[in-house]
């Protein structure tokens, strides 16, 4: 126990072997998940699954100081996994190369204890909310850009990501458009580390239903409680390209990209002009699945038949993000 001897006055021996005895999933290995995995690690959560698609690039390593120079190229989930190993070898850190679908999402966290969103991307965000509110898990999720980010609990008996975040924003910045500094996104993957660890071995208060924010261009750290948010009445669910049916109606919101195999293209300022007709059920596509949101919750309010979200950096249809 001497690795673990500063930790255990705050969490006990009892709270040690909780931490053993957990399995943690992580969506994301970079920014966020870089931070979040080596203290998880380095705690001694006993068994950490990893899923991350893609290989590391030298624009990454500013803000993922887990990775070398050399590693370009590498995928991450497979790096990451390999330097924990000879951070903590008590630790068991499994790497799945792969991306997280609303088809794959249950079956990677049926024996998960706390799953933490590193991965900044809306459709994964709101699937992950989505599956953790059928399971009764905890949701950790995180975001930075620029100069600002936040972590929050939710889940678990505390209201969804959907309920904190109901209105999502028009247009969506990411690191390569607006830029990050490393410190800001490692400070929320820390607090998204603390949280699970707080959950896992039940300190209190608990950090469900906890939004944390840091502001590093004013100094300032904020946040709010949320236990009594209220869950949409009628949520629009991401579905996997293989979930796709036949009788589905697609249409592509893309203006970017030529229309995916079967799929129509409309504009998002069009959606409201769309027919269905006696379609059992639309399904709008977009590459991160915010401009599909935004427009189901338009035809949603002029048309009762099903709806349902794709994000087209699925890799069924063999898009990249």
């Given at each position: 126990?001497?690795?673990?001897?500063?930790?255990?006055?705050?969490?006990?021996?009892?709270?040690?072997?909780?931490?053993?005895?957990?399995?943690?999933?992580?969506v994301?290995?970079?920014?966020?998940?870089?931070?979040?995995?080596?203290y998880?690690?380095?705690?001694?959560?006993?068994?950490?699954?990893?899923?991350?698609?893609?290989?590391?690039?030298?624009t990454?390593?500013?803000?993922?100081?887990?990775?070398?120079?050399d590693?370009?190229?590498?995928?991450?989930?497979?790096?990451?996994?390999?330097?924990?190993?000879?951070?903590?070898?008590d630790?068991?850190?499994?790497p799945r190369?792969?991306?997280?679908?609303p088809a794959?999402?249950?079956?990677?966290?049926e024996?998960?204890?706390?799953?933490?969103?590193?991965?900044?991307?809306?459709?994964?965000?709101?699937?992950?909310?989505?599956?953790?509110?059928?399971a009764?898990?905890?949701?950790i999720a995180?975001?930075?850009?620029?100069?600002?980010?936040?972590?929050?609990?939710c889940?678990?008996?505390?209201?969804?990501?959907?309920?904190?975040?109901p209105?999502?924003?028009?247009?969506?910045?990411?690191?390569?458009?607006?830029?990050?500094?490393?410190p800001?996104?490692?400070?929320?993957?820390?607090?998204?580390?603390?949280m699970?660890?707080?959950?896992?071995?039940?300190?209190?208060?608990?950090?469900?239903?906890?939004?944390?924010?840091?502001?590093a261009a004013?100094?300032?750290?904020?946040?709010?409680?949320?236990?009594?948010?209220?869950?949409?009445?009628?949520?629009?669910?991401?579905?996997?390209?293989?979930?796709?049916?036949?009788?589905?109606?697609?249409?592509?919101?893309?203006?970017e990209?030529?229309p995916?195999?079967?799929?129509?293209?409309?504009?998002?300022?069009?959606?409201?002009?769309?027919?269905?007709?006696?379609?059992?059920?639309?399904?709008?596509?977009?590459?991160?699945g915010?401009r599909?949101q935004?427009?189901?919750?338009?035809?949603q309010?002029?048309?009762?038949?099903?709806?349902?979200?794709?994000?087209?950096?699925?890799?069924?249809?063999?898009?990249t993000?």
């Amino acid at each position: 126990m001497n690795r673990y001897a500063r930790q255990l006055p705050q969490i006990g021996p009892a709270g040690q072997a909780r931490l053993a005895d957990a399995h943690v999933l992580i969506v994301g290995a970079g920014g966020l998940g870089c931070p979040a995995l080596q203290y998880l690690v380095a705690a001694g959560v006993g068994r950490i699954t990893l899923v991350d698609p893609d290989r590391i690039e030298v624009t990454n390593l500013h803000r993922q100081p887990l990775y070398r120079s050399d590693q370009t190229g590498q995928p991450k989930a497979l790096a990451a996994a390999a330097t924990m190993a000879a951070l903590n070898p008590d630790v068991q850190v499994i790497p799945r190369v792969e991306w997280l679908t609303p088809a794959n999402a249950p079956a990677l966290m049926e024996d998960a204890d706390a799953v933490l969103d590193c991965a900044d991307s809306f459709a994964v965000s709101l699937t992950l909310s989505d599956a953790c509110m059928a399971a009764g898990k905890p949701l950790i999720a995180g975001s930075a850009l620029a100069l600002s980010g936040y972590a929050l609990a939710c889940g678990a008996g505390a209201p969804s990501l959907r309920a904190v975040f109901p209105d999502l924003p028009l247009r969506g910045a990411n690191c390569a458009t607006a830029g990050v500094l490393g410190p800001v996104v490692g400070m929320i993957g820390a607090l998204q580390a603390q949280m699970a660890l707080a959950w896992l071995v039940g300190l209190d208060p608990s950090p469900l239903g906890r939004l944390i924010s840091f502001d590093a261009a004013r100094w300032r750290m904020g946040g709010f409680r949320f236990d009594r948010a209220p869950e949409p009445v009628a949520p629009l669910p991401f579905i996997a390209a293989s979930q796709i049916d036949p009788g589905d109606l697609l249409i592509d919101l893309r203006a970017e990209a030529a229309p995916f195999p079967g799929a129509t293209h409309i504009p998002p300022d069009r959606i409201g002009d769309l027919e269905p007709g006696t379609a059992p059920r639309v399904v709008l596509a977009c590459r991160t699945g915010l401009r599909a949101q935004n427009a189901g919750q338009i035809l949603q309010s002029r048309w009762p038949g099903s709806i349902a979200l794709l994000a087209l950096t699925d890799p069924d249809l063999g898009e990249t993000p």
